[in-house]
């Protein structure tokens, strides 16, 4: 018997002992950690190869968490990882661009003749407003959305952006 | 040679009741290590669906019977159950009659949780985990007429016990199977006409199953290389229910004395034998695993079983009658009953694997290298020194090492989320010279499916063949050949299906 507590004490101290050489445990007093494996040339389960089984293998739990006064950082991903999952998976090869636009808000003076009547109805109770000029025409409404990176990670069609990855 | 001279007095030697299937031993013997010895097939559907081929992949609830270091791979918390259905089916054939049954039992398969710790780098997680790492389920049925001239009576005769009086007994003298007369030569034995020839029937109902309480941790040691080490507290029971029946079916002895002039041995028509044998089982052990991720391509693991130690609290009951023209005559229980405790350690398992993924299809392969020649009887209470010496040189001299291998894929439809997964493994028989078919085989299937991007149902499916053979009693070394005199021939159908699911957050 004693011989095999041994045997425990020892494998143990040499599991533990070990953690200095490569992993490093979290601080609570710091930030949470970013998720520092999610490089292409390490995972095991690629998106284009296994879809949601990505998430489900890749992400680390304490990234879907974020306490208060806490920012958790992404790590950027490898422009050749997005490469091969355009390629493969149909959305497109070249990157998308994310527009860095204002909030958007209307603009009573810069309507449309047919949108005349409601902007004069709300104008006089959007008078605060008045002075954050609109710097984006009306075309572009659909990109100054992707302004939230919330909205960024999936496409209509549930399918993942190449720059919404976590 | 005849088996008719088996019990003439120029005939040697007994027994080696090593090789049976419930064996008619008072005592343990190699297949009763075997029993704890030989591993069962686990509790993960993932890895069932893909052969059991687990070692160099073990990235969830698995590891805890697979390989520890997979645990390192977790980024989630996670939270799996499951259910295992059994069911066992045994064709025997037994002097030219065959005979089927079957035997089936559905539990628990396995809960776990899995904790991975926040890291800046690396990894390390933790898990609890209970699951039932073996099922004992098991029947054969037997109905056939031995022509010989042996019998289970005549064999039991052979064994004589001694009451405080220094006086002997034996079943069958007991039963009134044999006369009162006690011959002392060659070998110890009361004298009996019973002669062989008689129709030999009956039925062996096993169960139970050994459940792992297992504490795991895993790290990431350095960059893609996980150590972990599972600590396996074991329970579990096993129950073994042989009833055994010879009847004079041909009327041979229906107008004789069985004992020379004894008139309460005349007319025998049946002798039946009812032996419960009860487990308690409780052990631990450790595994050790290492696992190492060859960039995204590929996983290659190791693995040390240490020997698992059991100790078996065990119950033994024996009951019988006799049943002749003029009465029947039953067996007082307690005199053949009996509780003995003693150890079983198993040998050690040395295991590799790898799996490689090919573009969403993963194949993977092990092999488990196991010596049976380690297995062996300890600490005995209520059993002698030197049987239980002679039962490990039984172990040592019958059994061998044998190379497990298996093999399984896994396919992943990424836009559904659809797995599906095939696979096929070998046991080879522990014992020696066995043939190829004496091996346990499986081929099995599974489908996973994945919600909500965080639950994952899982279902396998595995059939299971090997042959086998046992013994009622016997066999005899005559000249130096072994001759079975009572032996049952089986083809075996092992079935199993086991559900679980798996949720990650």
Same mark, same amino acid.
């Given at each position: ?109 810069? #309507?449309?003749? +047919?949108?005349? &009547?409601?902007? $004069? =109805?709300?104008?006089? !109770? %959007?008078? /605060?407003?008045? *002075?954050?000029?609109? #710097?984006?025409? +009306?075309?572009? &409404?659909?990109? $100054? =959305?992707?302004?939230? !990176? %919330?909205? /960024?990670?999936? *496409? ?11 | ?505």
């Amino acid at each position: 018997m004693k011989k095999y507590i041994y045997k425990i004490l020892f494998t143990f101290l040499i599991m533990f002992g070990l953690t200095g050489c490569y992993t490093v445990l979290w601080n609570p007093n710091g930030n949470l950690p970013v998720n520092n494996t999610n490089n292409e040339d390490e995972v095991f389960y690629p998106v284009v190869y296994y879809g949601d089984y990505y998430d489900y293998y890749n992400t680390p739990w304490w990234e879907n968490i974020t306490p208060s006064g806490q920012t958790v950082y992404k790590k950027e991903r490898s422009s050749a990882g997005t490469l091969i999952r355009n390629n493969n998976g149909g959305r497109g090869s070249t990157p998308r661009t994310v527009l860095n636009t204002p909030p958007p808000a209307r603009d009573i003076n810069n #309507t449309n003749t +047919s949108n005349t &009547n409601t902007n $004069s =109805r709300t104008s006089s !109770s %959007n008078q /605060s407003n008045g *002075n954050r000029v609109e #710097t984006t025409n +009306s075309g572009n &409404n659909s990109s $100054s =959305r992707s302004g939230n !990176s %919330n909205n /960024s990670l999936r *496409n209509n069609n549930g399918s993942r952006n190449t720059n919404g990855r976590r | 040679m005849k088996i008719s001279n088996f019990f003439s007095p120029r005939i040697i030697i007994f027994l080696a009741v090593i090789f049976c299937f419930g064996t008619v031993s008072f005592a343990q013997n190699a297949v009763d290590a075997l029993r704890l010895g030989e591993s069962g097939l686990g509790f993960d559907a993932r890895a069932l669906g893909m052969g059991n081929s687990y070692i160099g992949l073990s990235d969830g609830s698995g590891a805890a019977f697979f390989n520890p270091a997979g645990w390192g791979l977790l980024k989630s918390i996670e939270f799996t159950g499951g259910l295992n259905y059994n069911s066992f089916n045994n064709n025997t054939t037994f002097f030219g009659n065959n005979s089927s049954y079957s035997n089936s039992a559905t539990r628990l398969s396995n809960l776990s949780i899995a904790l991975p710790f926040p890291t800046v780098r690396g990894s390390m997680v933790f898990a609890v985990s209970y699951h039932t790492t073996k099922d004992f389920t098991g029947a054969l049925k037997f109905d056939g007429y031995n022509g010989t001239n042996t019998s289970m009576i005549q064999d039991l005769n052979s064994s004589v016990y001694y009451d405080n009086n220094n006086n002997p007994y034996n079943i069958p003298f007991d039963l009134y199977l044999t006369g009162a007369t006690f011959l002392n030569l060659p070998n110890e034995q009361f004298q009996t006409n019973l002669n062989g020839h008689l129709n030999q029937s009956g039925t062996i109902l096993e169960s139970g199953s050994l459940h792992n309480w297992t504490f795991s941790g895993a790290i990431e040691a350095s960059k893609n290389l996980f150590l972990g080490l599972n600590l396996n507290f074991i329970s579990g029971s096993y129950n073994n229910n042989n009833s055994y029946y010879e009847d004079d079916t041909h009327g041979i002895y229906s107008n004789q004395y069985l004992g020379n002039g004894d008139s309460s041995t005349y007319g025998f028509q049946t002798f039946y034998l009812n032996r419960v044998l009860n487990w308690d089982l409780s052990g631990w052990n450790l595994k050790f695993g290492l696992l190492y991720q060859i960039q995204n391509k590929a996983r290659i693991g190791f693995t040390i079983q240490f020997p698992k130690t059991y100790t078996v609290k065990e119950s033994y009951t024996v009951n019988g009658y006799s049943q002749f023209s003029v009465g029947r005559y039953d067996l007082n229980s307690s005199d053949y009953s009996d509780n003995v405790k003693y150890d079983i350690v198993t040998p050690y398992e040395l295991g590799a694997g790898l799996s490689y993924n090919l573009e969403g299809l993963i194949l993977s392969g092990q092999a488990t290298l196991i010596d049976y020649t380690q297995l062996k009887f300890d600490n005995a209470d209520g059993l002698g020194t030197d049987y239980v010496n002679k039962q490990n040189k039984y172990i040592k001299d019958y059994l061998r090492s044998v190379l497990n291998f298996n093999i399984g894929a896994e396919y992943t439809f990424p836009l559904v989320g659809l797995r599906l997964r095939a696979g096929y493994f070998v046991k080879p028989s522990p014992y020696q010279g066995d043939p190829f078919s004496f091996g346990k085989q499986y081929i099995t299937g599974g489908v996973g499916f994945l919600t909500g991007g965080n639950a994952e149902f899982d279902v396998a499916y595995a059939h299971g063949w090997w042959d086998t053979y046992g013994d009622n009693y016997g066999p005899y070394t005559i000249n130096n050949t072994v001759v079975a005199v009572s032996r049952t021939y089986q083809t075996i159908k092992d079935n199993r299906i086991i559900l679980s699911m798996t949720y990650r957050f």
